[in-house]
C-alpha cells in the first residue's frame, strides 16, 4: 500500500552531474526519514545520504560535499542532486523510507522499505 518510485538515473560523464528522485505514495500521515542507499556490482549496499523529518542530514564520507539531499515533505518526495559524478559512484541507487500510513481497513502502519532503483551509470 505505500510505494516508492525512484526516477532520474542515467549514464554521466565524469564530473557530470544527475538528479534523482524519489516519490512515496499511498496514504502516508508520517515520514520519518528517507534516504538514498547505492549498491555497486559484487559490493555491500552501502549509506549514501539520508535526512529526516525535521531537515536533518547525513551523507557518506565518499559523496560529502559532492552530493545533496534534500526533500519536499508536501509531495513526499526526496532529492539526491550529485555533482562531480566519478568512476567509484555508478551503483543501483535505492531510495529507502521509513514512515507510517494508513491502510485500507484504518489502521495505522509502520513502512520500512525500498524502492525499484536506478542504475547510475558513469563512463566517458
Known amino acids: 500500500q505505500v510505494q516508492l518510485v525512484e526516477s532520474g538515473g542515467g549514464l554521466v560523464q565524469p564530473g557530470g552531474s544527475l538528479r534523482l528522485s524519489c516519490a512515496a505514495s499511498?496514504?502516508?500521515?508520517?515520514?520519518?526519514?528517507m534516504g538514498w542507499y547505492r549498491q555497486a556490482p559484487g559490493k555491500q549496499r552501502e549509506l549514501v545520504a539520508a535526512?529526516?523529518?525535521?531537515?536533518?542530514?547525513n551523507c557518506a564520507d565518499s559523496v560529502n560535499g559532492r552530493f545533496t539531499i534534500s526533500r519536499d515533505n508536501a509531495e513526499n518526495l526526496v532529492y539526491l542532486q550529485m555533482n562531480s559524478l566519478n568512476p567509484k559512484d555508478p551503483a543501483i541507487y535505492y531510495c529507502?523510507?521509513?514512515?507510517?500510513?494508513?491502510?485500507?481497513?484504518?489502521?495505522?502502519?509502520?513502512?520500512?522499505?525500498w524502492g525499484q532503483g536506478t542504475q547510475v551509470t558513469v563512463s566517458s
Open positions: 499511498g496514504n502516508i500521515f508520517r515520514i520519518n526519514a
Open positions: 535526512i529526516t523529518s525535521g531537515g536533518s542530514t
Open positions: 529507502h523510507a521509513d514512515l507510517q500510513y494508513i491502510s485500507y481497513a484504518g489502521l495505522s502502519h509502520n513502512f520500512r522499505g
